[in-house]
């Protein structure tokens, strides 16, 4: 299985700062490098795919860069809906594994 | 607008047949997706378990290979989970969701979940 290890494990920020998760992959997969937000009790949702991509209807202050192994998800300006956890995902190798997350919350 | 939406018993005993649908409206489930299963334990992260399209193809998690069955029904355009000898380890909520093989196979639509309890 391709191994996805994602730092820092949580963090906590401020509403405006800069905030950056890395996510390293144990394998090549190219640009198929996923992130998804997900808040409690909620189902993930799709924010970046194909590692830069930003997802239809994600705002513009999320963004992605990176190639293997090390890929990077940026959140500019940190709004208050944005304190959740982040999980990075390969999908070019199944099984299609996930990252164990990021927790951003309020400091 | 795509909607996924899991059912099934919430409460499952160990030993027992765990079986959840997951009905697609707003597309076809003959389009090209891998339709997907990702299941998330309580306080853990994300486990993918496996995806079927709708020819029958599969993949699954290597880990559940063994007790894990995915189909499809088209006329229904559903599909389906069925993982067999549960234990307790396998209490979590179960979420369907839509793999897009157009591009990156990145899970675009996703249903609200479901929680699965292993429990006697």
């Known amino acids: 299985d391709t191994q996805m290890t994602q730092s820092p494990s949580s963090l906590s920020a401020s509403v405006g700062d800069r905030v950056t998760i890395t996510c390293r992959t144990s394998q090549n997969i190219y640009n198929f490098l996923n992130w998804y937000q997900q808040k409690p009790g909620k189902a993930p949702k799709l924010l970046i795919y194909a590692a830069s991509r930003l997802q239809s209807g994600v705002p513009s202050r999320f963004s992605g860069s990176g190639s293997g192994p090390d890929f990077t998800l940026t959140i500019s300006s940190l709004q208050p809906e944005d304190f959740a956890t982040y999980y990075c995902?390969?999908?070019?190798?199944?099984?299609?594994?996930f990252g164990p997350g990021t927790k951003v919350d309020i400091k | 607008q795509v909607q996924l939406q899991e059912s099934g018993p919430g409460l499952v005993k160990p030993s027992g047949t765990l079986s959840l649908t997951c009905a697609v409206s707003g597309d076809s489930i003959s389009s090209n997706f891998w339709w997907s299963w990702v299941r998330q334990a309580p306080g853990r992260g994300l486990e993918w378990i496996g995806e079927?399209?709708?020819?029958?193809?599969?993949n699954y998690n290597l880990s559940l290979e063994s007790r894990i069955t995915l189909s499809v029904d088209r006329s229904k355009n559903q599909f389906s989970l069925k993982l067999t000898s549960v234990t307790a380890a396998d209490t979590a909520v179960y979420f369907c969701?839509?793999?897009?093989?157009?591009?990156?196979?990145?899970?675009?639509?996703w249903g609200k979940g479901t929680t699965v309890t292993v429990s006697s």
């Open positions: 079927v399209y709708h020819s029958g193809s599969t």
């Open positions: 969701a839509r793999g897009d093989m157009n591009t990156f196979y990145q899970m675009d639509v």
């Open positions: 995902q390969q999908t070019y190798i199944v099984p299609r594994t």
